[in-house]
Each structure stands twice: as C-alpha cells, then as structure tokens.
C-alpha cells in the first residue's frame, strides 16, 4: 500500500543547532517533493520544492534533498531558531504531474531556547 | 492574509443541518482544492478542481458535495454529516507546482 511517513511525531532540539526532518515514502514515484510549515489553527504554508532530479535545493536556512533510490527526503533547518517551532509537512505528487499533492502526518518540531 | 480566504472560521452544527463552506482566492489560480484535517491524521485530499472541472474525487461520502462556480469560488457542501466528520477543512490553490499550494486558514467544523 501507498504510505508517506516522517521520522517522529515530535522533535526537541536545542537553539542553534541544526533540525534534520525525514520523510519517507512507498509505493508512490513523485515527480516532485514539497515542504510545508503548520502552525496551530492555520493552514500549512508551502517553503520549497524539489523535482525527482535534483538532488538538493536550498532557501536562506532551509536545505531540502531528496534521494529517488532510497525514496526519502530530508529536511533541514540550520541555526535553528524558536520561531522555527511548527509542524512541518512533506507533501508529494500522487499523480506524478504534479497537481495532486498527498501529505505526510508531520514532524512536530520545538526549538529550545 | 495569504490570498485564500476561507469563511466561516468556525461552524457548528447538528446531524441533521446543512450548510456550506466557502472558499475564495484571487491569486489567478487555475485549481483549487479541499482538503480534510482530522487530530492525529495526515491531511487528506477530498476534492480537486482545475479550470472549474472536477478531476479528483478521494473516495469522499456524498453527503460532501463540491461546487465550482468559477476558477475563483470553491463551495463545500455538507449535509446529514456525522460527529467523525469533524476536522479542519483546508482550501487551497495552485497555479504551478513549482511554486506550492497556497492554503487558507481553514474551517473548525464541529458536528454535534
């Protein structure tokens, strides 16, 4: 069956350092991979996308890769930041053009000061 | 505000009501979504429009029907709903992928 998980629930990191989120899926062969930020009552806001060949992709703190063979993605938030406390999503493309995005269940992430 | 305006912020209602949710979004987006989140669970995808055309339908029990008057307006329409049909329901629009889905703040729905 078709699953997308991410590595925990929750993640508890100390401020400064770097947050590493996983994302894995099976039996889907996206095109493209997306992540998402949550915060309480809100809907997700969307921060980068990467296509199936492109091996990393970068936004000011934000790293994101993405590995077809190991059909993972991983997330990464450096110098992290309190405000950086949220839930993140990935989100991939179950139609393989890129119109019908599915979620994962998210990675709760408290960055302590 | 993000461009995708959801009302209301927050409906309750009985069994045996029916209202609508309405989605507005004046990005120039060609397709507009509903989405369902439940505490606990991935968001989950309900409906798909692109061009006002319906191309996706998750599965969703009828007595969820969608309405897309034109490629600004998403309606959701709700009737005879049960107390697990509570959740956050969640629109969104895209133009292209490569630029994400833009979501509004959603609907607390609680069926009583």
């Known amino acids: 069956s078709q699953k997308i998980e991410q590595n925990s629930e929750a993640l508890n990191i100390q401020e400064g350092k770097t947050a590493t989120l996983t994302c894995n899926y099976t039996?889907?062969?996206?095109?493209?991979l997306q992540w998402y930020r949550q915060d309480p009552g809100r809907g997700p806001v969307f921060l980068l996308l990467i296509r199936e060949n492109e091996k990393e992709k970068r936004k000011e703190r934000l790293k994101v890769t993405f590995d077809t063979t190991l059909k993972q993605s991983l997330f990464h938030i450096t110098a992290s930041q309190p405000a950086d406390s949220a839930t993140y999503l990935c989100a991939l493309d179950s139609d393989n053009y890129g119109q019908n995005f599915v979620f994962g269940p998210g990675t709760r992430l408290s960055v302590l000061p | 505000e993000t461009g995708v305006t959801q009302t209301p912020r927050h409906l309750v209602m009985g069994m045996t009501n029916k209202k609508s949710l309405k989605c507005e979004q004046h990005?120039?987006?060609?397709?507009m979504y509903w989405y369902k989140q439940s505490a606990k669970k991935p968001l989950e995808l309900m409906f798909v429009?692109?061009?006002?055309?319906?191309?996706e339908n998750n599965s969703v029990p009828s007595r969820f029907s969608p309405e897309c008057p034109n490629s600004s307006h998403l309606f959701l329409h709700l009737h005879t709903l049960q107390p697990e049909d509570s959740a956050l329901y969640l629109c969104?629009?895209?133009?292209?992928?490569?630029?994400?889905?833009?979501f509004g703040s959603g609907t607390r729905l609680t069926v009583v």
């Open positions: 990005l120039g987006h060609n397709a």
């Open positions: 969104a629009s895209s133009q292209d992928s490569a630029y994400g889905y833009t």
């Open positions: 429009y692109n061009f006002k055309e319906q191309t």
């Open positions: 039996n889907y062969s996206p095109a493209y």
